[in-house]
C-alpha cells in the first residue's frame, strides 16, 4: 500500500514538473515581439509608416494599424465606443495619458510577458499586471486630478444604452482623486490591473514607459526581454510549492 501511494505521489511530482518546463518553453518563445489576441491587435508585429500622432513611438514595430491609431485620438471612437467625457469634458493633459495609453495597449509589441488568456467576447488575451514606471503613473494622477469621473473602475459597470459609456444612475460625478486617492490607485484599478506601478524608475530597463521618444530606441524592449528572461530561468519554481508539502510525506513512506 505504502508502495502504490509513493508511486502516486511521485507520479504527481513528475506531472507537475514538466508542467512547470513546458511553461517555461513555451515562455521563451511566446513572450518577445508578440501582439494579444484582442479586438484590434493584428497579428503579428510589423512597420507602419502612418502611425497618428501619440502612437507614432511605434512606427518601426507595431501591433496596431494606422486607422486604429486615428480611431485611438477620437473621443467614442469606433475603437470601443468610449467616451472620455462621461462626467463633462476631461481635461487636455488627462486625455492625453488616456491616449497614449490606449497607444500602448493597441500597438505596443513588448507586452508580452504580461499577456493573460481570457475568455471575452471582444478579445482572447489581455495584459495583467504591467510594470508600469511609477513617474509615468504619477504624472497621469498629477493630470488627471481636477478632471471628474464617476467610477473607479473604467472596465465593467457602465450605462450603454446610448451606444457609448454612460455613468450608472447611482454614481454621481467627482475628481479623480475621489476614486482614486493616490497615483496607484489609478494607475492599477482603472482598467482592472492592467497595470502593477512599478517601484523602478524610468531608463532603468525594470519598467514599461507609457512614453518614450523613438529617436532614443523603445526602452521597452530591453525591458520586456528582462522579464521574458526572468521567468525563463525560472525552471521548476511551478513545481517547487508542491515538492516542498510533499517532501515530508514522501519521506515518511520511503522509511
Keep these: 500500500m505504502a508502495h502504490l501511494m509513493t508511486t502516486q505521489l511521485l507520479?504527481?511530482?513528475?506531472?507537475?514538473?514538466?508542467?512547470?518546463?513546458?511553461?517555461?518553453?513555451?515562455?521563451r518563445t511566446d513572450l518577445l515581439n508578440v501582439c494579444m489576441d484582442a479586438k484590434h491587435h493584428k497579428d503579428k508585429p510589423s512597420p507602419e509608416d502612418k502611425l497618428h500622432e501619440q502612437c507614432s513611438p511605434w512606427k518601426k514595430n507595431s501591433c496596431c494599424s494606422a486607422n486604429t491609431s486615428q480611431e485611438a485620438h477620437k473621443n467614442i471612437s469606433n475603437l470601443y465606443r468610449f467616451n472620455w467625457d462621461h462626467c463633462g469634458e476631461m481635461e487636455p493633459a488627462c486625455k492625453r495619458h488616456f491616449i497614449q495609453d490606449t497607444?500602448?495597449?493597441?500597438?505596443?509589441?513588448n507586452l508580452g510577458p504580461w499577456i493573460q488568456q481570457v475568455d471575452q467576447s471582444w478579445r482572447k488575451e489581455r495584459i495583467l499586471d504591467v510594470p508600469l514606471c511609477k513617474e509615468d503613473c504619477q504624472r497621469w494622477w498629477e493630470d488627471c486630478k481636477t478632471s471628474l469621473t464617476c467610477?473607479?473602475?473604467?472596465?465593467?459597470?457602465?450605462?450603454?444604452?446610448?451606444?457609448?459609456?454612460?455613468?450608472?444612475?447611482?454614481?454621481?460625478?467627482?475628481?479623480?482623486?475621489?476614486?482614486?486617492?493616490?497615483?496607484?490607485?489609478?494607475?492599477?484599478?482603472?482598467?482592472?490591473?492592467?497595470?502593477?506601478?512599478?517601484?523602478?524608475?524610468?531608463?532603468?530597463?525594470r519598467c514599461i514607459q507609457m512614453w518614450f521618444?523613438?529617436?532614443?530606441?523603445?526602452?521597452?524592449?530591453?525591458?520586456?526581454?528582462?522579464?521574458?528572461?526572468?521567468?525563463?530561468?525560472v525552471g521548476l519554481g511551478g513545481a517547487g510549492p508542491l515538492l516542498i508539502s510533499l517532501a515530508p510525506v514522501l519521506l515518511w513512506l520511503l522509511q
Design 11 to 27: 507520479l504527481l511530482v513528475w506531472v507537475a514538473t514538466w508542467g512547470a518546463q513546458t511553461s517555461t518553453t513555451r515562455a
Design 151 to 205: 467610477k473607479s473602475n473604467w472596465h465593467k459597470g457602465w450605462n450603454w444604452e446610448k451606444g457609448y459609456n454612460k455613468c450608472p444612475t447611482d454614481a454621481a460625478c467627482h475628481p479623480f482623486p475621489f476614486y482614486f486617492p493616490t497615483p496607484a490607485d489609478l494607475c492599477q484599478e482603472i482598467w482592472s490591473h492592467s497595470y502593477k506601478v512599478s517601484n523602478y524608475s524610468r531608463g532603468s530597463g
Design 103 to 109: 497607444c500602448l495597449y493597441e500597438c505596443s509589441p
Design 213 to 233: 521618444d523613438p529617436a532614443q530606441g523603445n526602452p521597452n524592449e530591453e525591458v520586456a526581454r528582462f522579464y521574458a528572461e526572468a521567468m525563463s530561468s
